[in-house]
């Protein structure tokens, strides 16, 4: 039995005026997708558990079949998974902003969309600054892309690693133009050493050539999504099957490393509007060959509900059931198989980010009847049958033939 699972990133919405009062899902011409839902079974699911904000991280967690209440440690974590770098169970692993502070206020949470070239100096000319004037320094910076990057801060035992780990930090990107002074996250001795941490960064930054050249410099770093290393249960030991994952995204990458998955590097797989839609669905048919399971996620139709476009985001769609779902499920054609299709959030365009409704969801087994729904969107789906149960379930269920 071969299993895929599609995720189209912030699908779903909510009714728009500009198109009578549907949605994208609904207006996009999706003929392959259609198929599924007449064969399958369609219904709701929510992969954001109360308590969380509905981030890809931890809703993508769910998809993959991890209760984020047992597994979710943490953004930074997760990427830095995806990009390899070892960690203790003593490591704390924050994402590191380059911030333009201004007057003690958060003035630009990017500094400019940093190109990943000057990040790079800076992040390597802060390790060198740290190390030299605090011998033992126990920070190390990574370089990421743009202005995202990484820091790890290795604890001296994991119990100041939990504590360090449950400070709450402020995401940059939420804090635009508000005092630095009144979000940071603590008075203990390990909050006060990351906080100075990142005000003495200052010190070095502001001498930096790029930063004199730059018209929004990048004079500070902004610590924040800390956690310690996920412990997720192997894939094969916890569901008995082989799975891969295709996205261009660093954080399901990295979710896909715990979880002992196999990642496939798509070439043209951008992460944006403009990624390559038909190499990922050729990916996806040879990954299936390999493996019993396929996660295939799709971030444009995401990026289109936070650009708030939505001619980018049907034609994401559009061209996701073209090149990605139908050429997939046609080679699984003759084969015992079951399918998923369901978005990890909605990112609804009026609102520009994401929200944490309900999703609409097709099930379809090729050994399985199928139910009344006979269209993914977030209307037709309330035709079908599938009981709402907590979105980590969704794996089992799909196992089991628990629709
Ligand atoms: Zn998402």
Redesign the pocket.
């Known amino acids: 039995m071969k299993y895929v699972i599609f995720i189209p ?2 699908s779903s919405d909510l009714p728009l005026d500009e198109i009578n009062g549907q949605t994208p899902l609904k207006v996009a011409n999706t003929p392959n997708i259609d198929k599924l839902a007449k064969a399958g079974y369609g219904g709701l699911t929510n992969n954001v558990p109360e308590g969380y904000t509905p ?2 991280d931890v ?2 967690m769910s998809i993959f079949g991890y209760n984020p209440a047992d597994y979710y440690t943490g953004r930074g974590p997760l990427e830095a998974g995806s990009v390899g770098i070892e960690t203790t169970p003593c490591d704390v692993i924050f994402r590191c902003n380059t911030i333009f502070e201004k007057n003690g206020k958060m003035e630009d949470f990017n500094a400019g969309h940093i190109t990943t070239e000057e990040a790079d100096v800076l992040m390597k000319g802060l390790n060198r600054y740290f190390n030299d004037k605090y011998p033992g320094f126990k920070g190390k910076f990574y370089t990421g892309i743009s202005y995202r990057h990484l820091f790890v801060y290795s604890c001296d035992n994991v119990e100041d690693a939990e504590i360090l780990a449950n400070l709450k930090t402020m995401p940059p990107h939420d804090i635009s133009g508000e005092n630095l002074v009144d979000n940071l996250f603590g008075d203990c001795e390990l909050a006060r050493e990351i906080q100075n941490i990142m005000f003495e960064s200052k010190e070095f930054l502001k001498t930096q050539e790029i930063n004199q050249k730059r018209e929004i410099p990048a004079n500070m770093v902004w610590l924040w999504g800390q956690g310690v290393t996920p412990k997720l249960l192997n894939f094969k030991e916890k569901y008995g099957l082989d799975a891969a994952v295709i996205t261009g ?1 660093d954080l399901l990458k990295g979710i896909g490393v715990f979880a002992g998955m196999e990642i496939i590097d798509v070439p043209g797989a951008t992460g944006f509007f403009d990624t390559d839609y038909e190499a990922k669905g050729k990916y996806g048919i040879e990954a299936l060959k390999r493996n019993d399971v396929l996660f295939i996620h799709i ?1 444009a139709p ?1 990026e289109a509900g936070h650009a708030q476009l939505l001619d980018e985001k049907v034609k994401a769609i559009e061209q996701i059931d073209k090149f990605i779902v139908g050429p997939i499920l046609d080679s699984l054609e003759g084969q015992d198989y079951r399918a998923a299709i369901l ?3 909605p ?1 609804p365009i009026d609102i520009g980010t ?1 929200t944490r409704d309900d999703v609409p969801i097709i099930m379809y087994a090729s050994d399985m009847e199928g139910d009344d729904c006979v269209a993914f969107d977030e209307v037709s789906v309330l035709n079908g049958s599938i009981t709402k149960k907590e979105g980590y379930k969704l794996m089992q269920r799909l196992i089991d033939g628990d629709f």
Do not use: L
């Open positions: 990133d912030g981030g890809s809703a993508n995204v971030e995401d978005p990890d959030h990112t994401h």
